[in-house]
């Protein structure tokens, strides 16, 4: 008896790389069923995990629909929304989508690659979000491709294992939330705890260490699994996929249910041409931890995710004032699980985190701006930054993973170490993301979180709640972490003269990139964008390291005359020399310390 042939999912697209040098994508949804009243089709503005207004229908190059190859009228109804005159027959829209994006928040397409997400060319239909969706991605003509694959982690309907063909998903959330990478990638899989894991890294990386990548990867996946199961071990997806994109200079990475998209400089990856170290080198570790966050969100915001998210509502923005816990929280854990996965020792991670703290208050904003209000404006303000920023506002990532500590520090204190912040997250994980995609898709709210802290833990929190998270107050590292024998100590140099400004490049122009607020140079009243000219009568040349030379032969308090260019207008300033301002914070363990805390105490 032959088996019945599997059902149509309502919503079909194919996608085809049609001209690789002009970087376009041919796209076609073909819907089984419009609406008789009229089609509605709309592509996102915006993509989870990347909170600010990206407008991606403005990459639409051309549209038209058509049905039993018939031309039907298309009704542009706003910015990223089209309606298709009443059709009965099966109805389907092509377009061209233009991809020259090279991040990991939109498409990208040329001779070498391509990659996109589903947000950047995937047409939702309107009322059809809910129904089985399947996608026929095509190899390119062109014979630049010929060797090209498939890497994703959209489960395959007609394709093989990393080839082109037809790829499912249950919905069109699904569908979006698994980027796609086309090319002649390096590619090795590894198992954690029972789930096979691939990283595919596009990309020139001469003398990739693929092999020390899977083994540094398997440990921080292995120990993460385990953190929120730890009785089953049991990851929340069938399959994991690293999409990394290796470049001269880049960094960035973007979340989804069962992959991430990476960017990352070539050299930060490790290489068999390097002797391998018991720890790795700076580059390297800040890839591993970007990987390390990234597959966090696997369970935190994924699927643990705020009330507002639950679900996205992707042609507006979504405002959460939990972002601090979302992002800030797994910037406090992406570290952590390196030293529980034996990736580096306490000291390298010490080293790590007081530079978190010194970025934290270099900043006059962290005084203005909380985190859960800087969660609020992160469209706004976060993702829209100026030359005005670090006095305006304060990262819900690095002063939210300072925030992790304190809750984490003061829990560990008051209940002898019976209770760690590890507690709530999973309880957290047990009560909201757990069941996520499996029928019990909630959010959480803000009530809820904090209540949970407090019946998790048993100890009271409002108070570190309304100082860290609703308030402006610094947090005391060197207090919290005192009763656990780490000292802190800020070696910023205050006998260097400084104009306490960032100062940049502009071709062979040196500039002020920033003017930090009650600095030197904004008391001068020097500005942003000023091209500094010279000092006291000397040249200041195009970097930033021959301004350094000029200012080490004067004192802090000394004035010096400084010619600069507004505009194109000479403005001359007198301005006294600060000391360096930039805090310079490490934090170790103190031996004295640590030692008393282990001696037994007498009854």
């Not at 090319?183 to 596009?202: E, K, P, R, W, Y």
């Not at 898709?441 to 904090?450: D, I, L």
């Amino acid at each position: 008896m032959r088996k019945p042939r599997a059902q149509q999912p309502a919503v079909q697209y194919t996608i085809v790389p049609a001209d690789l040098a002009g970087h376009l994508f041919n796209v076609t949804v073909t819907v089984a069923t419009p609406d008789p009243e009229g089609q509605d089709f709309a592509l996102p503005a915006w993509i989870p995990g990347s909170y600010m207004i990206r407008e991606f229908a403005r990459n639409i190059v051309r549209i038209r629909a058509e049905a039993n190859g018939a031309a039907v009228a298309l009704v542009k109804l706003d910015k990223h929304s089209w309606r298709a005159a009443p059709t009965a027959g099966p109805l389907t829209v092509h377009y061209e989508v233009y991809a020259w994006d090279l991040s990991v928040r939109a498409a990208h397409l040329d001779q070498t690659h391509g990659f996109f997400n589903g947000t950047s060319v995937f047409l939702r239909v309107a009322g059809q979000e809910n129904t089985p969706h399947q996608v026929d991605i095509q190899r390119p003509a062109d014979p630049a491709a010929r060797s090209w694959r498939v890497a994703t982690a959209l489960p395959e309907r007609g394709a093989k294992r990393y080839g082109f063909g037809t790829y499912v998903a249950a919905d069109y959330d699904e569908l979006i939330d698994h980027p796609v990478e086309l090319g002649d990638f390096a590619l090795a899989t590894f198992t954690a705890h029972g789930i096979a894991h691939d990283i595919v890294i596009s990309g020139r990386v001469p003398n990739l260490d693929m092999a020390r990548l899977q083994a540094d990867l398997t440990k921080i996946c292995e120990t993460q699994i385990a953190f929120f199961e730890p009785i089953a071990k049991r990851a929340p997806m069938q399959r994991y996929v690293f999409l990394t994109l290796a470049v001269g200079d880049g960094y960035g990475g973007l979340e989804h249910r069962a992959s991430t998209a990476l960017i990352c400089a070539r050299a930060d990856l490790p290489s068999t041409a390097t002797p391998a170290s018991k720890e790795p080198g700076e580059g390297y570790l800040k890839f591993l931890g970007l990987c390390s966050h990234e597959y966090f969100h696997t369970w935190n915001v994924k699927r643990i995710k705020p009330a507002a998210f639950a679900p996205y509502d992707l042609q507006t923005e979504n405002y959460t004032p939990l972002l601090w816990l979302f992002e800030g929280f797994t910037s406090y854990y992406d570290d952590l699980m390196l030293v529980r996965a034996g990736i580096i020792g306490e000291a390298t991670y010490l080293k790590m985190l007081g530079k978190t703290v010194g970025g934290v208050l270099r900043g006059s904003g962290r005084s203005k701006q909380s985190i859960a209000d800087s969660s609020f404006d992160a469209w706004s303000k976060y993702y829209r930054q100026d030359e005005n920023a670090p006095n305006a506002i304060i990262s819900y990532y690095t002063k939210g993973s300072l925030a992790a500590l304190a809750f984490d520090l003061t829990i560990r204190a008051k209940t002898n170490g019976a209770k760690t912040l590890d507690d709530v997250m999973l309880a957290l994980w047990q009560r909201y993301g757990s069941d996520f995609y499996e029928g019990g898709a909630r959010g959480v709210t803000e009530k809820e979180v904090e209540a949970l802290f407090d019946e998790v833990t048993g100890v009271k929190l409002k108070n570190l709640f309304e100082k860290y998270i609703r308030g402006t107050e610094d947090v005391p590292v060197a207090r919290l972490y005192a009763p656990f024998g780490v000292k802190l100590v800020d070696e910023r140099k205050s006998a260097k003269p400084s104009f306490d400004a960032a100062i940049g490049r502009d071709g062979a122009d040196t500039k002020l990139s920033q003017v930090h607020e009650n600095g030197a140079a904004h008391q001068a009243g020097l500005s942003a964008g000023d091209v500094l000219v010279a000092l006291d009568g000397l040249r200041i040349s195009g970097t930033p390291s021959n301004l350094d030379t000029l200012l080490s032969r004067y004192r802090v308090g000394d004035t010096v005359q400084v010619h600069a260019f507004r505009r194109d207008e000479l403005m001359t300033f007198e301005v006294a020399l600060q000391g360096d301002r930039v805090a310079a914070i490490t934090l170790s363990v103190d031996p004295k310390s640590r030692a008393a805390l282990r001696r037994p105490s007498a009854d």
